[in-house]
Structure formats: C-alpha cells, structure tokens
C-alpha cells in the first residue's frame, strides 16, 4: 500500500470516528450536544475536503473534548468507564489531526504577486 493511500484511507476513518462523535452528541438533545454535533458536521466537512482549517477545527474539537472529560466538575460524561472512553478518543483524535494535516492537507496559494522567499538576490 503506498503512503498516499494509506492516508487517504486514514482520512476517511478519521471522518468516520468524528462523525459518530457528532452523531452521540446529537442524539443527547441538550443545547451543548447539538452545538458539538453541528460542530462536528463542519469538521468532517473539512476532513473530508482536506483544508489545512479542517484538521486544525477538528483537532481544537477534540481537545476542547479532552478538557470536558479532564474537568472534575463536569457531569457530562455518565460514569467513569464513557469518561475514559471518551477521554481516549479525543487524544487520539488530536494527534490524528496533527498527523493528517501535514500528510494530506492542501498547501495554501502562493499569491503571485508575492516574491519568493527561497531564492536569495
């Protein structure tokens, strides 16, 4: 398998995991779970397209994720094992996007005006 493959078939399983995290949210039915789920929908967006603000959305997602599950007065998780669960999802999914980022995302246009900063005069 060579490595653009790989990682395009990472992208996708990345989409994948995110969109279920959005799904779950969702389906809690709160005000704050469907503001992550919609969240979620504009990061898999992103994934999917691969646009560099995509992985950098998703990653901030998943950390913010993390920090719920780190916050000892948070009640949004329903017992320690979804906590942990979850907890491990988004570190993965922070490193995840760090990975996919440099590997897939869309390098930004160089404007031609610009000179470049490469070529010494």
């Excluded at 279920?20 to 709160?30: I, N, P, V």
């Excluded at 959305?57 to 599950?69: P, S």
């Excluded at 988004?90 to 404007?111: D, M, N, S, T």
Aim: hydrophobic share 50%.
């Amino acid at each position: 398998m060579n490595r653009k493959l790989f990682f395009t078939l990472l992208n996708y399983a990345y989409a994948l995991m995110i969109a279920a995290g959005g799904g779950y949210w969702l389906y809690t039915g709160d005000t704050f779970g469907i503001v992550m789920g919609l969240a979620a929908g504009a990061c898999v967006v992103g994934i999917l397209k691969q646009w560099r603000w995509g992985y950098f959305i998703t990653g901030a997602w998943c950390f913010g994720l993390l920090k719920l599950g780190l916050d000892k007065f948070s009640e949004v998780y329903s017992g320690p094992s979804v906590k942990h669960l979850f907890m491990g999802a988004a570190l993965l999914g922070i490193v995840l996007a760090v990975v996919l980022h440099e590997a897939l995302a869309k390098p930004k246009a160089k404007a031609a005006s610009e000179p470049d900063q490469d070529i010494p005069n």
